[in-house]
């Protein structure tokens, strides 16, 4: 079974430029997460996909960013446009179901804005 | 504020002994709390999780011990491999299913 697979791995754009950050979860998984870890902290909660639909974006830094799920599959996550602090690894993450705790991880995307 | 607190940023240990990793928190209304563990340049990989209901989960050479008065978790890992190198994030799941990670401890277990 394929795990959660991110795209791209790195991604290194200037200051102003729109990135898209793909993920498509583990398939037959309903619940689509999207975390940030900004170098040397924590990992940070993004939002939370039911479906296509959004359970949860309180962790959305700003309007700058737009996460989308479309048809309840793969999910996009825009930043438009990118500032330097955006700068970090974004994690998108997937689980079957809410009753189950743990989320099976990608291996991210490392974003740099310069 | 920091819900969920390792306050130990590394951890060395001899191969063969054991290594506990130790988290920390503050909602009482966490209701599931997980480890996972993290290698360079890959995802967090879960590990072992505990319900709150729960004083202790074991999985082979991991026990997740829950200290719910203390508001005190730990993962205990016997006997400790050199494969066992990596980041350890300790997190906690809420009420609206996210999870609230710590920095993390990273574990060097020399051979």
């Known amino acids: 079974e394929a795990g959660v697979t991110q795209f791209p791995s790195h991604s290194v754009i200037e200051k102003g430029q729109t990135v898209t950050l793909r993920c498509d979860p583990i398939s037959g998984h309903d619940n689509l997460y999207w975390y940030r870890r900004v170098m040397g902290k924590e990992i940070k909660f993004l939002l939370h996909f039911v479906k296509e639909s959004k359970q949860d974006e309180s962790g959305m830094p700003n309007n700058r960013f737009l996460a989308e799920r479309t048809g309840g599959t793969y999910s996009t996550l825009k930043v438009q446009p990118a500032e330097l602090e955006d700068s970090g690894v974004y994690f998108c993450?997937?689980?079957?179901?809410?009753?189950?705790?743990?989320?099976?991880f990608g291996q991210g995307t490392r974003l740099t804005v310069v | 504020d920091q819900q969920v607190k390792q306050n130990s940023p590394s951890l060395s240990v001899q191969e063969g002994r054991i290594s506990i990793l130790n988290c920390d928190y503050t909602?009482?209304?966490?209701?599931?709390f997980l480890w996972y563990k993290k290698y360079p340049a890959e995802g967090p990989t879960f590990l072992i999780s505990?319900?709150?209901?729960?004083d202790k989960n074991e999985d082979g050479r991991f026990t997740v011990f829950l200290n719910k008065s203390a508001k005190h978790l730990s993962l205990h890992i016997v006997p400790s491999q050199p494969g066992d190198s990596a980041v350890y994030f300790c997190a906690a799941r809420g009420s609206n299913y996210k999870l609230t990670f710590g920095k993390g401890t990273l574990l060097t277990v020399n051979p």
């Open positions: 993450a997937s689980s079957p179901r809410v009753a189950r705790a743990e989320a099976f």
């Open positions: 505990i319900s709150s209901i729960k």
């Open positions: 909602n009482s209304m966490f209701d599931y």
